[in-house]
């Protein structure tokens, strides 16, 4: 316990509210370690404040550790024993006890032979000599796998040769050790290895009692074949493989594997046996065991699984659980989601604010008490439901309570911190939604020249009776707007009073945001009649991506209009509404607006110049029947595309799209061909083309949705 290390994240507590349980539990130890100083610590605000201290903490370990390891490794050296040598066994032995089967002793025979020039022998048959090399080993060798190179060639000149069961299984266990890469061949391997009745035997026995390496990428190949936990006779029953899995020197990433598959791939039938295998894990193995029932659980019912992550006090829960589990709400009874406002997940605890919100079920007690929970998207969603009982914030606890502070590097007086005000900004958008027409035009007109908070509302609420003044601001990107408000501005402070001149500076951005939000609603009226305006702004005004401007074009737009959808902006502008705060892409939202444009050209699409993230994308929204209908040489450009994620995603939607002859023959073309090959296409079309189909469908369906 001499690298043991204690940080504690700096939660904001306005003046004059009491924490909540969980944050004054933590507080309480805070400050016990202070008191009896005899634990140190270091307090952290955020993400990057987090990596910032872990990586210090790391890099002070690793330099000390790093002398001690190096005088191990010159001492093991040292220790090492050579083999012993024994005479060879002259006798004649049966195949059984032979230790090459026939057909690696055949080549190696016929091998021996050759010439020992360059031309005796090619890269193939170098790459198979090596693979029989790692066929055999004893105890006190080295864990040995046959190089992704070697594995390539191996399957590209030998992959319908007849191999020896050892070279078969050599070959399998080299595609689990390079799962993490996806750049080994492996399903041809897995296919060709069946005993007995079970295709699967060997992953089953690495995934149990292989090396560490061997068994974490067993188990989540495992877990995408949708096997259950693999058993065997003796000890190795299902408790035994559990206990395994759960002992404390078990690898700490073997037994986040077994944990993320058993979240995934458990069934009721299994949660008894994972609760007697678990009972002597420490508290934090513990946790994360409960958790995975927790998924397991989540399968059933939502109901039980939440009321056992809170009664459990789970730590952490995948985000793909929780939105199984929150995925239908009607579902959920009220007194289990209230019973989740104090659960340790950031994203359980938001997901049921969000839903008492909605069937008013939240008190004017709990809200308050959420006022210092950690998450600022559930102050945000306290703050509402004060604000509509008629209980609002006064100013400054508003600040308090919706403002991010953020530390930056500085000491003392020039150590000013940052403020994100998403959460505040968000807050008083939703005041603004409440107001009518009329009083939205009043503040409009009483305010300077910055209303593009004011005037987004209104156009977004009253879209059809503002409609001809969001045309005319739109068609001059709200310049006459906008000097218009400078004047009033000179008039009421003068010409060269500093507000003027400040607000003459922020001129551009303010009326690229009300560019932005004014096209979004315009766009929301859905009119034909608007499409060369929506076009002229798009193309002069720099205007940010919206769902509203990206169906509109979706609509009514052509092939030309592609290339606007890829000019707009990032981020969505019309962030309105209760926690609409974030300011994530909108890739999912674009590639549709292509895709609808582009339909008829899926070859030209496809050869578009685009960014990864829209391109992965694109992909995921194309029909199965678009893959049907591409010639082979389209399939075949894809998979040389130069970006791994996009390459992986299209092979395992022709996996999941074509038929297992088609998918044979275009591996076959790609394998053989001349130009360069992606070792990741061959792995993923080698899964097409070596399981069966239904089983290959399943497994490209289950990988897709862990990437996207």
């Not at 295709?199 to 149990?208: E, N, S």
């Not at 409440?434 to 509302?457: H, Y």
């Amino acid at each position: 316990m001499k690298d043991m290390a204690i940080y504690f994240k700096e939660v904001d507590v306005p003046s004059g509210m009491e924490p909540g349980k969980e944050i004054k539990k933590v507080l309480d130890f805070r400050q016990k370690c202070i008191d009896e100083k005899i634990v140190f610590f270091k307090p952290f605000t955020g993400i990057s404040d987090f990596r910032d201290v872990i990586r210090e903490k790391l890099e002070e370990i690793g330099w000390r550790e790093t002398d001690l390891l190096t005088t191990q490794v010159q001492q093991n050296k040292k220790s090492k024993k050579e083999p012993n040598d024994s005479n060879p066994i002259t006798d004649p032995l049966s195949q059984d006890e032979r230790l090459f089967e026939k057909d690696a002793e055949d080549f190696l025979s016929e091998l021996i032979q050759r010439s020992r020039t360059w031309e005796g022998t090619s890269s193939q048959e170098v790459a198979r000599l090596r693979l029989i090399g790692n066929t055999i080993s004893r105890s006190g060798n080295d864990d040995s796998y046959l190089g992704n190179h070697d594995a390539n060639l191996v399957f590209q000149h030998m992959r319908d040769a007849k191999l020896s069961d050892q070279e078969t299984r050599a070959l399998l266990d080299c595609g689990v050790v390079g799962f993490e890469h996806q750049n080994v061949p492996l399903w041809r391997w897995v296919a060709h290895s069946e005993l007995g009745n079970n295709p699967f035997y060997r992953l089953r026995i690495l995934a149990t009692v292989g090396t560490d390496v061997e068994k974490r990428n067993a188990l989540h190949i495992l877990g995408l074949l949708d096997q259950g936990i693999p058993t065997h006779d003796g000890y190795f029953n299902k408790l035994g493989v559990l206990t395994t899995w759960f002992e404390e020197n078990t690898d700490s990433r073997v037994f986040d594997a077994a944990i993320l598959f058993l979240s995934s791939n458990g069934q009721q039938d299994d949660i008894s046996s994972i609760e007697d295998a678990s009972s002597n894990c420490p508290p934090h193995r513990k946790n994360k065991v409960e958790g995975a029932i927790v998924g397991i659980l989540s399968k059933f019912s939502a109901n039980e699984a939440l009321k056992r992550l809170c009664d459990r006090d789970v730590d952490k829960v995948d985000d793909q659980i929780v939105e199984h589990l929150f995925e239908s709400p009607r579902s959920l009874a009220s007194e289990t989601l209230k019973g989740c406002l104090g659960a340790k997940p950031d994203t359980v605890r938001l997901r049921s604010a969000q839903i008492l919100f909605s069937r008013n079920e939240l008190t004017p007690e709990t809200a308050t008490e959420l006022l210092t929970d950690s998450s600022h998207e559930i102050r945000l969603a306290a703050t509402e439901v004060l604000a509509d009982l008629g209980q609002p914030l006064e100013e400054g606890t508003l600040k308090s309570v919706l403002t991010v502070r953020k530390n930056s590097i500085g000491f003392g007086l020039f150590n000013q911190g940052e403020t994100d005000t998403r959460f505040l900004d968000a807050y008083r958008v939703n005041r603004l939604l409440k107001l009518t027409k009329n009083e939205l035009c009043e503040k409009i007109e009483g305010a300077g020249p910055f209303v593009d908070r004011e005037l987004s509302v209104l156009y977004r609420r009253f879209g059809s009776t503002t409609q001809d003044e969001m045309r005319a601001n739109l068609s001059d990107g709200f310049k006459e707007h906008f000097e218009r408000k400078i004047e009033e501005a000179k008039s009421a402070y003068g010409a060269s009073n500093k507000v003027v001149s400040d607000s003459e500076k922020l001129g551009p951005y303010h009326r690229k945001v009300l560019c932005s939000a004014t096209l979004s609603a315009l766009c929301d009226l859905k009119k034909l009649d608007d499409l060369e305006l929506v076009r002229m702004t798009v193309d002069q005004y720099e205007v940010d991506a919206s769902e509203n401007v990206l169906k509109y074009l979706s609509r009514f737009g052509n092939w030309q209009d592609i290339e606007r959808v890829l000019n707009l902006g990032d981020y969505p502008s019309d962030r309105t509404g209760l926690l609409s705060i974030s300011r994530t892409k909108l890739p999912r939202q674009k590639a549709d607006a292509i895709y609808a444009l582009g339909k008829m050209r899926i070859a030209d699409m496809l050869d578009l110049d685009l960014d990864d993230q829209i391109r992965k994308n694109l992909l995921t929204v194309l029909p199965q029947k678009v893959f049907k209908e591409l010639s082979d040489d389209i399939l075949l450009r894809e998979l040389e595309r130069s970006h791994d994620e996009c390459r992986i995603v299209f092979a395992l939607r022709c996996v999941q799209s074509l038929s297992k002859s088609r998918i044979k023959t275009l591996l076959e073309k790609y394998v053989d061909s001349d130009e360069h090959r992606f070792y990741n296409s061959v792995h993923w079309l080698d899964l097409g083309a070596a399981l069966p189909s239904a089983t290959a469908k399943s497994v490209a369906e289950r990988e897709l949705s862990r990437r996207l």
